[in-house]
């Protein structure tokens, strides 16, 4: 089954404390992309990636990595999560430039104390 | 600045009453404008993309529209499955840069 997977699902964590939201797809895509889910905000774009090793900043990348080693992996690092990154985040993918179809993820739930 | 505003913001429909949604924009170089529906607890679902103005596109009761400032998502003769939040995306000028609206949620009651 064509999917995104995202682990965890949901993580309660300190200020401070590194955390790892993995994603990965098995639909050979090359585009990928972190959102932010705040309530009243919508969706805000955290990073994106167009294949292995090329990222670039969305809109709010601050407080945020992210890493591209392989075709299928697109984690989202949190070095020293804050309160303000309470948030529900979901990974996509797309298979093509025009991004026609974005794929997206379950979505992790992470509250941060 | 690039800007995506959807109104209402939420929108209690009886079945079968139609109605629209309205997502306006304001952005520098439309490169596609994208409709998502996304249930409670789940990541959107890809419904529509439109690339330019006067495009329409339908699925079932729902049909998007395209102008150059504003879409719209019109339900027809909506039911009870289409309730959810109806979210509008658009992707700006670069390869891979997206701005989404807030949303409008969409009861519709038997």
């Known amino acids: 089954e064509a999917q995104v997977t995202q682990n965890p699902r949901y993580l309660i964590t300190v200020t401070g404390k590194k955390l790892t939201v993995t994603c990965s797809q098995n639909m050979n895509h090359e585009y990928m992309s972190w959102y932010r889910q705040d309530p009243g905000l919508g969706l805000r774009q955290i990073y994106y990636s167009m294949n292995v090793e090329v990222t670039d900043k969305g809109d709010v990348p601050e407080g945020y990595k992210v890493s591209r080693k392989e075709k299928r992996n697109f984690p989202l690092i949190l070095e020293s999560p804050s309160p303000n990154q309470t948030s529900l985040y979901f990974c996509?993918?797309?298979?093509?430039?025009?991004?026609?179809?974005?794929?997206f993820g379950p979505g992790t739930r992470l509250l941060v104390l | 600045e690039d800007q995506v505003t959807q109104s209402p913001e939420a929108l209690r429909l009886q079945e079968g009453e139609s109605s629209s949604l309205n997502c306006s924009y304001t952005v520098s170089g439309l490169r596609g404008l994208f409709w998502y529906r996304q249930d409670p607890g789940k990541g959107p679902e890809f419904l529509f993309t439109?690339?330019?103005a006067g495009e329409e596109k339908e699925k079932e009761r729902l049909k998007a529209t395209l102008t150059k400032k504003e879409s719209f998502l019109h339900i027809t003769a909506p039911k009870p499955e289409d309730s959810a939040t109806y979210l509008c995306?658009?992707?700006?000028?670069?390869?891979?840069?997206?701005?989404f609206g807030a949303g409008t949620q969409v009861v519709v009651t038997p």
């Open positions: 995306a658009v992707r700006v000028l670069g390869w891979g840069k997206f701005q």
């Open positions: 439109l690339y330019s």
């Open positions: 996509a993918s797309s298979i093509g430039r025009g991004w026609e179809t974005q794929y």
